[in-house]
């Protein structure tokens, strides 16, 4: 009887250590901090990673592209010929006379390597992003989720305890809800797709530094200034050389591309503010990638199944194992026959 009793409290000290291990993860990882990181790092880059969204920044970086490809081609082509001198010449001057244009003419290439591959990327993403914030599911936020499990650690201490204290079924079968509920939820709410789509697409943006924000600033910055100087300053300045007007000149490069035409300027101005907005909201999201950076999805997901587990053992302690048994009550003496004298 001492044995089957000390097994079945053997499963609830289990159960007690299943509970603090999961409230000591919670704690070490500052699951409490990264998951509100993660809400609002969805929340904000949602609105980026929509179809539609993801569509029109393609769109942008193609009319950039084509703008970049025309300047270079036949835009700087033109202006040398309006300005008497041949393109080599024209190239060669253009390093005295726009030195800041000339520098960022030739970064162009390495620019645009750079937003396609932020580009390519979000479009590949794009599907995994809608798996990671259909997480962790049932309506609740990932911070929602956190406070769950530090509750389910400490209900599960709690019950334990009361299990080591009076050892029965009935508690055992809570212990086995529980476990059934850690075991079958991920699997039904389709986890392992889910948590495995999550790690790959914060794999494909890590490491989470801020130099590669730095990286996107610079390079917007550099197309914004190519873009301004090229049609703010070299265009004026051939048009004075040529001893016409600027209109004029806009007006031949438009006949060679359209990309070089007033309306043409004005896309891709417009394209330069929204890559504006996108590199501001890469400087948002960077310290909130950083921050929830702690545990991976799919390993959050076998920590759960993990403790499913191991309470479904300890239950099994207190549910298989027979309960006390009585002690046999000792038979009665049969009564002795009264004797009787004559």
């Known amino acids: 009887m001492m044995t089957r009793r000390r097994l079945r409290r053997l499963g609830f000290v289990v159960v007690i250590a299943v509970g603090a291990g999961l409230i000591a993860v919670m704690l070490a990882a500052s699951e409490l901090s990264a998951s509100s990181a993660a809400d609002e790092g969805i929340a904000i880059t949602a609105p980026h990673l929509s179809e539609r969204a993801v569509h029109q920044i393609r769109a942008d970086l193609t009319q950039a592209e084509a703008f970049a490809a025309a300047m270079r081609t036949v835009g700087l082509s033109r202006l040398a010929s309006l300005s008497g001198e041949t393109p080599a010449a024209f190239l060669h001057q253009l390093a005295y006379r726009n030195p800041q ?21 979000l479009e590949r993403r794009r599907g995994q992003f809608e798996s990671a914030a259909s997480l962790p599911g049932l309506g609740i936020t990932k911070h929602d989720a956190a406070w769950v499990q530090l509750a389910l650690g400490a209900l599960l201490i709690l019950v334990g305890a009361l299990g080591v204290v009076r050892p029965r079924r ?45 990286a996107r600033q610079a390079g917007l910055r550099t197309a914004r200034t190519v873009f301004v100087d090229f049609r703010d300053d070299l265009i ?18 438009a006949s060679a591309s359209p990309e070089l035409s007033g309306p043409g300027f004005a896309q891709t101005d417009a394209v330069l503010d929204r890559f504006g907005g996108l590199v501001a909201f890469s400087g948002r999201i960077q310290p ?16 759960l199944i993990g403790a499913g587990i191991a309470l479904l053992l300890a ?15 000792r038979a009665a003496l049969p009564s002795q026959p009264v004797s009787t004298r004559a």
């Open 101 to 121: 244009l000339a520098a960022g003419i030739s970064r162009l290439p390495s620019i645009q390597r750079l937003a396609e591959k932020v580009v390519t990327n």
């Open 170 to 214: 009935a508690t055992g079968a809570i212990v086995l809800a529980i476990a059934a509920a850690l075991i079958i939820a991920p699997l039904a709410l389709d986890y392992p797709a889910k948590t495995a789509d999550t790690d790959a697409l914060l794999n494909s943006l890590r490491p989470f530094t801020i130099q590669k924000v730095h």
């Open 315 to 329: 239950s099994s302690l207190s549910l298989i194992t027979p309960g006390p048994t009585s002690k046999p009550r």
């Open 236 to 253: 004026p300045q051939v048009a004075t050389r040529a001893h016409t007007t600027t209109t004029a000149v806009v007006n031949q490069l």
């Open 288 to 303: 909130l990638l950083a921050r929830g950076d702690t545990i991976s999805a799919r390993t959050d997901m076998w920590i």
